[in-house]
Structure formats: structure tokens, C-alpha cells
């Protein structure tokens, strides 16, 4: 059977969006901006985003399109080296890590947005988290976002992804927008926006160093970035067209969405609790809950924005199952449906693992995300600027226009030096802190 391939550039622009877009922008970056020193963590994560993300996008780009393949077999198919299929199978277990906590995270947003409805929470939001977080309950919900997971991956890429992507993400787009400008009429809504967009310059100075490993883990995960994800993803389009432009567009949809979730969840914080809520993973979840139960018609309003935020983690997920899926399907022949539930058994068992331990569940998510992406990052670009070499120039250059072709020389010196050697300095220091 011929390989799936995306109907449409936009299709293809759709699905690697809905892939950046998700719980990183609305749920991680609170949390952990709140633990790295607020607005300055903010500027960090921004420089890495453009610096590093823009060129490393494209990077995994040429090696998905060029090879036409899941990771595993890219390396394989564009050198007979078997030290860069490690980095093959490392995205696998990137992907495998990843889900096992993210579809944790979605099965809490699933309850929220039942539980809006039903005003569960409101007696008492605090408590709600702690109750439902961890334990059997988690792990239900961890299988019913699994599973609708896994339903749209078994579909394939152009019925499956790409018309779910198509749809979701301008939804998640429309209703941020109203919901953001909601939220900028709460009185107090001032005081959110300063925290979010004003930073602590002496704070920076003082610890750049500190904060570098989490805020450039952050901006990988963010733009879905070193787990191989958007080399799958690459990997279906067919069109012989230059990938400069779409690689910006990606990085930038992605910012300007993530500031947007920003304009929501920083007011509604502020205005209504008080700060921006510290304390771990559930701090949103609670801070959230909070400024619903205090809103009028907050019953309505946040159904609308645990929906927004499903749809968000749903387009991501759906691209972490892709990897491994891909993996089993190019290189054993599995079929798809096949490869599918193999896998949605085994992130039964290991989400279940992360729902029942909140130790796991906070070292999966942070830290251990944080050194797989970078590794797996770097593994990448040396690739592309060593090996790819030449040849990446010219699969990225297709049709390009004069500035994508100006850049392409000194982005084959940055992706296969300059950005490899920040990286290994940030993985070091994140290692030694
Ligand atoms: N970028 C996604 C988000 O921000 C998470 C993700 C990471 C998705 C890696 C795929 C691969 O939610
Ligand atoms: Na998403």
C-alpha cells in the first residue's frame, strides 16, 4: 500500500500547528514560569524559540521529507552509520515519555470540562484537584484521552489528522480570541497582563544560568521540537516546495497563540485569585477554577475554556501516537490499526504509572522531558549540518525565495555548530544544577 501522504500544504501546516499548540502553551508555561522567575523565564524561552526553533524545525523538515520515513528508518535510509539510528529510536522513547505523562494532563482537562458543566468544583476548587489529580479516577480519564487519541490515529494522516487538525485549530483560535477579550474586561485585569508581559530584568542578570535549562526545554517542547515528531509529520508531504516558509509560519503561529492563551489565563489569575499561583502542575487548574467560581456564568465559561484547551492537548497527543505508530508501520509492515492499539496498550500501562505517582508524574513532565528533548535535539541538527550536509540545502531551498536561499549557508553553519554546542551547554548545566 502506498504511504498516506498530507491533502494539502495546509493540511500539513494545520497538523504540525495543532502538534506545537497544546497543554505546553496553557498549562506548562504557567507552571513553569512560575518556578523559573516569571517574566524573565518569558524573555529566555523567547530568544530559544527564535534562535533555536526556527532553524531546528526546519532541520527536522528536510530530514522527515528527504527520507520520506519515521525517524527510525530516516536515519537509517539517509546513512549507513548505525550511530545516528540511535537517535531514531531515541525519538521513540521521547514520544512514549511524552504521552505517558501529557494524556495525564488531558484526562484532567476532560474532567474539568465535565466538571464546569456539572459545577463540581466550586464548592471547593482546591480540594477538587486534590482529590481527582492522582489515583484511580486520574487513570480513568488518562484512558478516555487515550482513546479518543487513538481513534483519530487509527484513521491515518489525511482522514484522520489532518481533517481533525482542520477543524480544531481554528476553533482554538476563535474561541481564545473571545475568551481573551473577556477576560481584558475583568476588573484587575491590569495587574495580570504586567506579571505576563513586563520582565524582571535584574532577575535575569542575576540567574540567566539557572533558568536557561528549563526555559530552553520549554521552548523544544513547545514547538513539539526534538522528540521527531515533526520529522514524522514532514514525512507525509509530497510537494517538492520550499520549507523555509512554512517552518517560520509554524513558529510564529504557535508564539502568537501562546500569547493569546497568555491574555486569557493571566487576567482571569489575577483579577479574580489574586497572583498568578504557584505550587506545581496543578496550581492552573486550581487558579482557574477559582476565578470560574467567582464569574458570572462560570459554569458556561469554563466549559468553553476546558473545550479550547481539549481540543489544544488532543491536536498534540494525536502526534506523539504518530511517531511510534510510524515507527511499526515503515519499518516492521504492521499495519496501522495494529500498531495503533499495540500502543495505545502500552500507554495504558505507563500513563497509568504517572496518574498513580505524583513524584513520577513531576519528574517525567519537567526534568526528564526537558534532557530527552534537548539530547534528542542535537542528535538531529548534527545530523542534518554533518551528514544531510549539502543535500539539506537543497532539499530546503526547493522553489525558495532570494532571502530563504541567502540564509540557507550560514543555517547549515548554525544548525550543525553554533546551535549544537548552546545546546550541549544547556543540557550540561541542566545536568549540573
Ligand atoms: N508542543 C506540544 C505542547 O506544547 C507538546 C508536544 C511536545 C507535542 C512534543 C509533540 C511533541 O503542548
Ligand atoms: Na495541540
Not at 475554556?305 to 494525536?318: D, G, K, M, Q, T
Not at 496501522?336 to 500507554?347: D, H, K, N, S
Not at 528533548?373 to 530546503?396: C, D, K, S
Amino acid at each position: 500500500m502506498a504511504r498516506d501522504v498530507w491533502h494539502s500544504r495546509l493540511g500539513f501546516i494545520m497538523a504540525a500547528v495543532g502538534s506545537a499548540v497544546g497543554l505546553g502553551n496553557l498549562w506548562r508555561f504557567p507552571w513553569m514560569t512560575s518556578e523559573n522567575g516569571g517574566a524573565a523565564f518569558l524573555l529566555v524561552y523567547l530568544g530559544v524559540v527564535l534562535c533555536v526553533g526556527v532553524p531546528g524545525l526546519l532541520a527536522e523538515f528536510v530530514i522527515g521529507r528527504r527520507s520520506r520515513r519515521s525517524p527510525v528508518g530516516a536515519f537509517s535510509s539517509l546513512s549507513d552509520s548505525t550511530l545516528w539510528r540511535v537517535f531514531g529510536h531515541l525519538s521513540v522513547v521521547i514520544a512514549v515519555v511524552l504521552l505517558s505523562f501529557y494524556s495525564v494532563v488531558g484526562g484532567w482537562i476532560l474532567r474539568y470540562f465535565g466538571a464546569s458543566l456539572t459545577g463540581a468544583y466550586f464548592s471547593n476548587p482546591g480540594q477538587y484537584f486534590a482529590t481527582v489529580s492522582y489515583g484511580l479516577d486520574a487513570v480513568g480519564f488518562h484512558l478516555l484521552f487515550l482513546a479518543i487519541t487513538g481513534l483519530i490515529v487509527v484513521r491515518g494522516i489525511k482522514r484522520g489528522i489532518e481533517n481533525a487538525t482542520k477543524l480544531m485549530m481554528p476553533a482554538v483560535v476563535v474561541l481564545l480570541i473571545v475568551l481573551a477579550a473577556w477576560a481584558s474586561t475583568l476588573d484587575g485585569a491590569g495587574a495580570g497582563l504586567a506579571f505576563y508581559l513586563s520582565p524582571d530584568v535584574e532577575l535575569l542578570e542575576a540567574d540567566l544560568l539557572g533558568i536557561l535549562p528549563a526555559a530552553a526545554g520549554q521552548a523544544l517542547f513547545t514547538l513539539s521540537l526534538g522528540s521527531g515528531t515533526m520529522i514524522t509529520y514532514a514525512s507525509y508531504l509530497d510537494e517538492e516546495r520550499s520549507l523555509a516558509a512554512d517552518g517560520a509560519a509554524i513558529a510564529v503561529l504557535n508564539t502568537c497563540i501562546g500569547v493569546l492563551a497568555g491574555l486569557v489565563v493571566f487576567p482571569l489569575l489575577f483579577a479574580l485569585v489574586g497572583d498568578a499561583g504557584t505550587g506545581g502542575p496543578g496550581a492552573l487548574f486550581v487558579g482557574l477554577a477559582n476565578a470560574f467560581v467567582a464569574v458570572p456564568y462560570g459554569r458556561a465559561v469554563g466549559a468553553v475554556f476546558f473545550a479550547v484547551v481539549s481540543l489544544a492537548a488532543i491536536s498534540s497527543s494525536i502526534s506523539m501516537l504518530e511517531l511510534p505508530v510510524s515507527f511499526l508501520v515503515d519499518e516492521y509492515g504492521v499495519s496501522r490499526r495494529r500498531a495503533t492499539a499495540l500502543f495505545v496498550g502500552v500507554f495504558t500501562v505507563t500513563g497509568s504509572a504517572t496518574a498513580l505517582s505524583p513524584g513520577l508524574f513531576d519528574f517525567v513532565a519537567g526534568t526528564l522531558v526537558d534532557l530527552l528533548m534537548t539530547a534528542g535535539l542535537i542528535g538531529f541538527l548534527l545530523f542534518t549540518g554533518w551528514v544531510v550536509g549539502q543535500n539539506a540545502v537543497t532539499e530546503y531551498e526547493l522553489g525558495a525565495g532570494a532571502v530563504a536561499s541567502a540564509l540557507s549557508t550560514p543555517w547549515l553553519y548554525a544548525v550543525g555548530v553554533v546551535i549544537p554546542v548552546f545546546l550541549i551547554f544547556t543540557l550540561v548545566s541542566g545536568i549540573a544544577a
